[in-house]
């Protein structure tokens, strides 16, 4: 695709080009009539949607004339000749011309002569022509105007749809008729028009009048029908929006040309017409009228006032991001230190919007505790900044001191005093506020340690008072386990008075080099209200028998005898057989969801899913197996019996596992997992803890953060039960 004017092919990605409204061909726009627009400009209009109306240089100079026309009606020349433009012709054998698309006057030769027209060649005197205008002549020939003509017996021209006037010979040709040739050598026509008159003109108008009006009701209709109810001030007009087509009509006073599209609409009317300037509620192209001045307009464009109250300033320290204090107008401008004197008299403050969009030259200049603005701002202003910098350099002072605080309880007390000391500040987002704390926690937490052989004490200022209750190491076979114990006060208390025990692990969120959290819970009541709170957490690199016997022994050694009579866990071995050993009064049961879920697993794995699924027998006794822990672990032994004589394939497989593991088993007899008429049949409160732990960080913690969640945890039993004492839900 070429330039119409310089005829040189576009090129880039996003060559500069505008279309002709007149012959639509595509110009550079630098091409334009005269010295075309600059870039910026079509910038602007391309990004605020202008529309481009303009014509290329070939359309911009052809002018109607007497000599030279396109598309155009002629007046004879002086040499009775008639000269047009754009047309290409052939000589016919009789020497008259024969035209396409032209329209002419009568000449005194009764030829006509013209340019890239179409003809063909006529054996007779008479004139052939198509889609062409003409007036008489003096020769007695017509020619006419979109005829369509076939040479009669008498050598006269039958057209149709063709306008003419009378011929000195007496021959008429007209436009929209139909002939037929007579014997007399007179032409016979039907539904023939002469010239319009004026009235003809008005009707012929009177369609374009009744699309204006509906135009008009159109874009009045929504505004007349608005709800009465509605408020005066709320009531808005939209004009209906023309999708895809911008219209162009041109009107004369006996034609109107074809409807163009994605041309602008405009009309043209005759002089006694007032032209309808369209309504834009949020135009642009009007912003040179509007003479106020927007509150974000550049200072430098500004006439500032020298009679307005200087700025108040405000000096705020460690405001900024590096702890470096901050200096604060009151017109909204943030500036930190640019340079300082060795004497600290002389400062150079800059505005602190610098960024890759926008950075801001603001300069204000301090002397003797006198500030002065040097170079306007080009930002935004923001309403009472300082507010929200003393606000966020307060709670991050806080957090700072104390590590271990929740941010939510630095934050809100921080927003509630600053809102009671002005309701209409500006105070920031808490949650942005939040994050802001929570950022500043993180970086001031240790690194997770590389190995176990790390010292303790380095640590101890990253870790709660008096919520570290044990560090120990077990050496087994030349391996060192670490084991790390943490309990508050409350929670120590809880433990030894607390009747049953209900412990569990989880590994999800345990960092390396530990493996495991594993946590003791157990019930309190009050009024009516149980609920489940965690009483111990022991952070493990190592589950063995050794292990858990070390980690028992220490528990025991902080609370002294326990008062507890029963212990919930699901079927570790480890852990059983350390309880039996260190706890002999203690009654130890399993999970009977863990319970059930160890056969289903064995269902799974060993060749049974898709009978489980598709025989309804197998589906059954599956499921009577899996019901054993709900009956009394006396006739546990006797239904399993019954079963076991009726099964066959791999459910006999099935049911040798259960004999041989839950039935005969010393570690795990009937006694251990029946959960016939208990309270709390299965774990599932210890289950959910240890979920709702794990979904706050989509993997490991950090071993300190893990131990800010716990200590977190831990502070939370006193609300609850104070809920509790209260009557209402934990």
């Known amino acids: 695709m070429s330039c119409v004017t310089c005829n040189i092919a576009f090129s880039g990605r996003t060559p500069q080009i505008i279309k002709c409204v007149e012959c639509f061909g595509h110009v550079h726009r630098s091409c334009l009539p005269g010295k075309g627009i600059t870039s910026t400009d079509y910038v602007r209009m391309k990004k605020y949607g202008e529309s481009f109306e303009f014509k290329c240089v070939n359309c911009s100079s052809n002018t109607p004339g007497d000599s030279h026309t396109r598309n155009s009606s002629s007046q004879p020349s002086s040499s009775g000749h008639m000269h047009a433009r754009n047309f290409s012709s052939q000589p016919s054998s009789s020497g008259h ?6 329209s002419s006057q009568s000449s005194s030769s009764g030829h006509i002569q013209t340019r890239d027209s179409a003809s063909q060649p006529s054996t007779s005197s008479h004139k052939h022509t198509r889609n062409s205008s003409s007036q008489s002549s003096s020769s007695g020939h017509m020619h006419t105007r979109t005829s369509s003509s076939q040479p009669s017996s008498s050598g006269h021209m039958h057209t149709r749809n063709s306008s003419s006037q009378s011929s000195s010979s007496g021959h008429k040709h007209t436009r929209n008729s139909s002939s037929k040739p007579s014997s007399s050598g007179h032409m016979h026509t039907r539904d023939s028009a002469s010239q319009p008159s004026t009235s003809k003109i008005l009707l012929q108008s009177l369609p374009l009048l009744v699309s204006l009006l509906q135009e008009f009701l159109l874009r009045r209709l929504p505004a007349l029908t608005a709800d009465r109810n509605e408020a005066p001030s709320k009531r808005r007009f939209e004009a209906p929006v023309r999708e895809n087509a911008v219209f162009s009509a041109e009107f004369s006073s006996h034609f109107e040309e074809p409807v163009r599209e994605n041309a602008v609409f405009s009309a043209e009317f005759s002089s006694h017409f007032e032209e309808p300037v369209p309504v834009r509620e949020d135009s642009y192209q009007f912003n040179g009228m509007i003479q106020a001045a927007s509150d974000d307009e550049d200072w430098e464009d500004m006439d500032i006032d020298p009679l307005s109250p200087p700025p108040k300033w405000i000096v705020l320290e460690k405001a900024l991001r590096k702890n470096s204090k ?39 200049k301090e002397e003797n505790g006198v500030y002065r603005e040097t170079i306007k701002h080009t930002c935004q202003k923001k309403k009472d900044v300082h507010v929200q910098a003393r606000v966020y350099s307060k ?6 001191k104390n590590r271990h605080a929740v941010p939510r309880k630095v934050s809100e007390p921080a927003l509630l005093e600053e809102f009671l000391d002005d309701e209409e500040a500006e105070l920031p987002k808490l ?11 993180e970086a001031t937490r240790p690194a997770n340690p590389a190995d176990l052989h790390f010292d303790m004490k380095r640590y101890v200022q990253a870790i709660p008072k008096q919520f570290l209750r044990g560090d120990i190491k077990v050496n087994t076979r030349n391996t060192l386990a670490r084991h790390l114990i943490f309990a508050t006060d409350k929670q120590l208390k809880l433990l030894k008075t607390l009747k049953k025990w209900f412990a569990d692990g989880t590994f999800k969120c345990t960092p390396f080099p530990f493996v495991q959290l594993f946590s003791i819970h157990g019930f309190i009541e009050k009024n009516g209200f149980k609920k489940q709170v965690p009483l111990l957490y022991v952070i493990m690199s190592r589950r063995t028998a050794e292990d858990y016997s070390a980690v028992f022994d220490h528990i025991l050694q902080l609370i002294g ?20 050993a260190k706890l002999p009064s203690v009654t130890i049961r399993g999970c009977g969801y863990h319970w059930t879920q160890s056969l289903f697993r064995f269902i799974q794995q060993n060749g049974l899913r898709r009978a489980y699924r598709t025989d309804q027998e197998v589906r059954n006794k599956c499921r009577q197996l899996m019901s ?27 049911c040798s596992y259960i004999d041989r593991n839950w039935i005969k088993s010393n570690t795990w007899p009937p006694v251990n997992w029946s959960v016939f008429r208990q309270d709390d049949r299965t774990n599932n409160d210890v289950e959910g803890w240890h979920n709702r732990i794990n979904r706050r960080k989509n993997g490991a ?30």
């Open 395 to 400: 709670c991050k002072e806080e957090i700072r």
């Open 628 to 654: 054993l822990h709900l009956m009394p672990h006396e006739k546990i032994e006797k239904r399993f019996k019954s079963i076991q004589r009726t099964c066959r394939g791999k459910m006999k497989k099935f």
């Open 326 to 364: 901050a200096l604060f107008d009151s017109k909204g401008h943030k500036y930190g230190i640019k340079r300082k004197s060795l004497d600290g008299k002389k400062i150079t403050w800059r505005c602190t919007v610098r960024w890759e969009k926008e950075n801001c030259p603001g300069i204000v």
């Open 97 to 102: 011309m024969h035209t396409r698309n032209s």
């Open 431 to 441: 949650s942005n506020l939040n994050r802001a704390l929570y950022k500043i926690k």
């Open 561 to 580: 005898h326990p008062e507890a009579i029963e212990f919930v866990a699901d079927f570790e071995k480890a852990v059983w057989k350390t309880v039996r």
């Open 701 to 730: 913690f950090n071993l300190f953060h893990l131990i800010d969640q716990l200590h977190y945890e831990a502070t939370l039993i006193s609300l609850q039960a104070k809920l509790m004492e209260r009557g209402e839900k934990p």
